[in-house]
């Protein structure tokens, strides 16, 4: 079954830096999108990027273009999310997910990690 | 970009009743619409795609229309497990941006 478990959350002081892994299994992962999704507390899902299945194509919301990296390595079954100049506004849950399919056109969520949480706090 | 807007906010329903959520996209998206539900404390979880497309697993009396700029989902006959907020998502272009939420609660 598909397994998607998220890691290295934690508290960052603003300004701060975090990476963010996710591992991927039950699935062939280099022929699937991969997102990544947040949640404040007590508020809405937010889009945050998505990658190709062969990482050639990146796609970043507004608020954390410039400052997130989204990538991928298919050789490890991993995606990752770089965050640099974290602000408070990012603190949330982090939602590692896979596209339905390969294609753009196929870029709905199918199935959610478990999540990982990142507070930006000083 | 193109903003995604559900209505209502919440609803409060009896078990039975027929539950309607619209979402609206400010362009047009064709049919590239996927709903979710997110039941409290857990993880979303994919219920429609394509508009009208039930996901594997996901139970009957949840039903998705519309194309172009106008969707709605549909669950016929409430259950006391569909308490959750439900979102819809865009996924034709970037950003792939989700509605709202609209908060279920049974009456």
């Known amino acids: 079954q598909v397994q998607l478990v998220e890691s290295g959350g934690g508290v960052v002081q603003p300004g701060g830096s975090l990476r963010l892994s996710c591992e991927a299994s039950?699935?062939?992962?280099?022929?699937?999108?991969m997102h990544w999704v947040r949640q404040a507390p007590g508020k809405g899902l937010e889009w945050v990027a998505v990658?190709?299945?062969?990482?050639?194509?990146?796609y970043y919301a507004d608020s954390v273009k410039g400052r997130f990296t989204i990538s991928r390595d298919n050789s490890k079954n991993t995606l990752s999310l770089q965050m640099n100049s974290l602000r408070a506004e990012d603190t949330a849950m982090y939602y590692c997910?896979?596209?339905?399919?390969?294609?753009?056109?196929?870029?709905?969520?199918?199935?959610w990690g478990q999540g990982t949480r990142v507070t930006v706090s000083s | 970009d193109i903003q995604m807007t559900q209505s209502p906010s919440s609803l409060s329903a009896s078990v039975g009743d027929r539950v309607t959520i619209t979402c609206r996209a400010s362009?047009?998206?064709?049919?590239?619409l996927a709903w979710y539900q997110q039941k409290p404390g857990k993880v979303p979880n994919l219920l429609i795609y394509?508009?009208?497309t039930l996901q594997s697993g996901v139970p009957s009396r949840f039903s998705g229309s519309g194309s172009g700029t106008d969707f709605t989902l549909t669950i016929s006959s409430l259950q006391p497990e569909d308490v959750a907020t439900f979102y819809c998502?865009?996924?034709?272009?970037?950003?792939?941006?989700f509605g709202q939420g609209t908060k279920v609660e049974i009456k």
């Open positions: 997910a896979r596209a339905g399919g390969r294609s753009s056109t196929t870029w709905y969520i199918a199935y």
């Open positions: 039950g699935f062939t992962f280099s022929y699937y999108g």
């Open positions: 990658i190709s299945y062969d990482g050639s194509n990146k």
């Open positions: 362009q047009d998206i064709r049919n590239y």
């Open positions: 394509a508009a009208s």
């Open positions: 998502q865009n996924y034709y272009s970037a950003p792939w941006t």
